[in-house]
């Protein structure tokens, strides 16, 4: 199996952990994993915020940088989520008929992280070693954007050691929303706190999701609160084979 | 402090009008209380129905397949309106709308008239119109009576005070029903609205209504409610007045078999409304014997022919997507500066105002989703909210305010970075000496000046890692790949 990874453009400046964990992850499951260095970033961040036509070049590059490649792999569902719901009306209103058909051709073979290794590589048990009490959040994105569902779980379930501990309201925002974060920083303050609030009741080691956007929110608002939780991507846990990622 | 300001043309922008609710522990405690309550019970009615996503699917055909016929259905209901013995006005605006209620209460010599709960009198701003004119509003439904009365505004389509508890009920209605021995039961609160509101039912004769669905084919105007004191003003006046949006005519009679059922479980959390009026213009002898109905544009025509905002007229108002919304439960409803709150709100308020206002509304949202999630008519809003905010910064680019905004630049800066990957790579490396002077020694950013202290303001930031991925990679292959890692 041959896949390009799509590292996203936060995961590579921010969080390449993330991305490391990715690619010990799928080479030990086989994968015969590429990194195409022409990649920036999905657009997300421009379409969310209103700007268009920026948002259009940058997914006019993805489909042209990725066209060719067997499929795509992203460690990030609300970036998947944004190639899916928003790039077919971007291309229907700015771009040109073989950009579409390009896009059409390219879009089923584009996955999520836990879609790939559950629905094209077929594997729940990924031989991963992970002996902490875990925490889940589900990001907006992979719940109602991807409809994730049970992938997740499935995956954490089979994890050794791991005790996964529900967290109470898991269809509940965190309130990181992109440039929500910033343009109405007190509501999501007021948003973030609510989610601490059922995140700790967990009392977990760990707060994992799928995405490190939600994470840096909720991570940077359990270290300025001291709080002992500490946030690491979903792909971090399956790479692991003895104890905590490093 | 002064009360919530509900005119989107005055009203601050949604961050700044959200500051001070945040710091109002009990009204967002009542917020969350409420909202979980008509969640749970909504949750429960929706999943005993096995075909609720069909019966979603059916009540959204229905509600596009008006808007894609609007002009023919709103002919047909005037028509059989006025063959029934009603009288059908038609008002481009609020203003025009508004003359014509005055008019209408003018001739009728009215000095009060009873209403019954109307978020779309609230859009027209009527209740102040109407005092210029001498005329005082009655509300009679027990939560805009609540308001009335406690001079407040309402913050939720549905329920209007769901804000307010019981404890500052009993405290308006012993202040200004002058009772000062109430109790704050809620038997005792309803026996004392009761008392107040019977006298208006049976001494004035004019009154105004809102409107649930308008029927074409027999020119009905249906209402729900719980209370029954919207039937009481439905029925005892002589001059009866039904303010309705456009959008709001249904074909056929038996299309309220689906609305009626989405309606009552997603609004209510019922799986029907407890007083569904229906009726058809004026039967001599029984009832209002001069019917009038105002069909409102306000701008509602001007969202018709969008493509992508013109689901936004599908709206029943149920609210369902203001008690899931998890910005709305941390806000409430004044603070998006306009009757209609809620994920709804933000994309129909800036839409009525022409997007010459409210503008910061379709920004008041995480695009989380679960408001598209619950919509009994399918209403994608964050869709609809994605493309606002494109008209919003279209509206922008043509500003020269544009270069000292700092979340402007900051857009433009990233998308000629993304533009190649040499230089999103040349970003990543003065970005990192940039934070440098931000780190702390154990890795951390506290403080970030500009749009960062917009982040900082609550969560820390870990600082830049040492290597970028990219430079991981490019490493590794240089060493020979993944054996050598």
Redesign the interface.
Known sequence: MRASLF?T?Y???????T??AV??LL?RLGVD?D?L?????C?Q????????G?AY??AK?FVQLYRDTECVVIPSSSCVAMIR??YAGLFEELGNEGLRSQFAALLPRVFELSEFLTDKLGVDDVGAHFPHRVAYHAS?HGL??LHLGERPFRLLSRVRGLKLIPVANL???C??????????????????D?KLVDLLATDAEYCTALDNSCL??V???L??RNLNMKPIHLAEILASTEGPAG | MSGPVMDPRLAPP??QA??PI?QNTQL?KNVAHATDVIQTKRNRLVAEKQDWQQLRSAAAAIRAHVLANLAHYLEEFEKNCTAAGGVVHWARDAAEARQIIIDILREEKATEVIKIKTMTSAEIQLNPSLEKAGISAVETDLAELILQLGDDEPSHIVVPALHVNRQQVREIFARRMSLPQLPDDPEALAAAARTYLRKKFLSVPTAISGANFLIAENGSVAIVESEGNGRMCLTLPRTLITLAGIEKVLPRFSDLEVLLQVLARSATGERLNPYNSLWSGVVPGDGPQKFHVVLLDNGRSEILGRKVERQTLQCIRCAACLNTC??Y???GGHAYGSPYAGPIGAILTPQLEHMQHAQSL?????????C??VCPVKINIP?VL?D???????QEREEASRWTDP?YMG??A??F?????SR?RLA?RF?KLGLRFFTDKDG?I?KLPS?GA??T??????G??D????D???EREARGG?EA?
Not at chain 2, 362 to 370: G, Q, T
Not at chain 2, 417 to 421: I, L, N, P, R, Y
Request: charged fraction near 20%; hydrophobic fraction near 40%.
């Open positions: 590292i453009c995961n590579d400046t921010l969080f390449p952990q991305g490391r690619v010990r080479e994993l990194f260095p022409a990649q920036t970033c657009g961040m421009h379409a969310n915020t209103g700007f268009r920026e070049s940058q590059r719901d928003q907006c109602r954007g269809d509940r925002c309130g990181f929303g992109g440039t929500f974060s910033v343009k109405n920083a007190e509501v999501s303050t007021a948003m973030l609510a840096m929110h991570g940077g608002g270290h300025r | 949604f961050p959200a500051l945040l967002r998890p910005v439960r941390q806000t379709p920004y008041a949202s995480s695009l989380c989703a679960a598209y999630e869709e994605i606002l905010r494109a008209k919003v910064v279209d979340m857009m433009k990233a998308n970075v993304f533009g190649s990957a999103f990543q970005g951390w506290r749009l917009r982040w303001l609550s969560r820390d930031l870990p830049m890692p290597q970028t991925f990219r991981w990679w490019a993944k890692r």
